[in-house]
T-cell receptor
Framework: GQQLNQSPQSMFIQEGEDVSMNCTSS?????WLWYKQEPGEGPVLLIA?????ELTSNGRLTAQFGITRKDSFLNISASIPSDVGIYFC?????????FGKGTRLHILP | GAVVSQHPSRVICKSGTSVKIECRSL??????MFWYRQFPKQSLMLMAT?????????EQGVEKDKFLINHASLTLSTLTVTSAHPEDSSFYIC?????????FGSGTRLTVV
């Protein structure tokens, strides 16, 4: 079946640092999505990517849809304490979304 | 707009009993809804796709007789965990598909004791 490999699994960074995480897939997706999940909540959409090669920003967040449609990255610039959480990549194909395993972001004061 | 309400947010039930979780799209119609399960520190795993007016489609390894899904209207899908056991304790999340994208509910924490 379709699988997404997301890395890193967790990150410990200093406030103010930039963050980068990525996802690769064994198959092609039509749409790549990046979500953030806070404890006890459902995931919230951060960025959606619809075209291969597309680079999209949402405030301090930037994500790109790989040319091969099998990968994507998410960057967070100048991290702040409220960026703490779990970030999931997700691929959309065949009318359903498959999630990566998540990147748990910790920010040190 | 595009709000999905999930109820209850938390439920504790005794082993052997059944629990129903509701997923409602509040301001849009959703012909398709999805049910996910998330164990602690794990990813969201798709359990089934709920289609209004027809049978749900279950992912491999998910028991359809244990996890009953009913999508009786364009704004409501329900997931019933039957004969719950402690290993069914998990975070259950629904999602509704819109014209542009998907909206997730806030999840239901199920604890079976």
């Amino acid at each position: 079946g379709q699988q997404l490999n997301q890395s890193p699994q967790s990150m410990f960074i200093q406030e103010g640092e930039d963050v980068s995480m990525n996802c690769t897939s064994s198959s092609i997706f039509n749409t790549w999505l990046w979500y953030k999940q806070e404890p006890g909540e459902g995931p919230v959409l951060l960025i959606a990517l619809y075209k291969a090669g597309e680079l999209t920003s949402n405030g301090r967040l930037t994500a790109q849809f790989g040319i091969t449609r099998k990968d994507s990255f998410l960057n967070i610039s100048a991290s702040i304490p409220s960026d703490v959480g779990i970030y999931f990549c997700a691929g959309q194909g065949d009318d359903k979304i498959i999630f990566g395993k998540g990147t748990r972001l910790h920010i040190l004061p | 707009g595009a709000v999905v309400s999930q109820h209850p947010s938390r439920v504790i039930c005794k082993s052997g009993t059944s629990v129903k979780i509701e997923c409602r799209s509040l301001d849009f119609q959703a012909t398709t809804m999805f049910w996910y399960r998330q164990f602690p520190k794990q990813s969201l795993m798709l359990m089934a796709t709920s289609n209004e007016g027809s049978k749900a489609t279950y992912e491999q390894g998910v028991e359809k007789d244990k996890f009953l899904i009913n999508h009786a209207s364009l704004t409501l899908s329900t997931l019933t965990v039957t004969s719950a056991h402690p290993e069914d304790s998990s975070f259950y999340i629904c999602s509704a598909r819109r014209i542009y994208g998907y909206t997730f509910g806030s999840g239901t924490r199920l604890t079976v004791v």
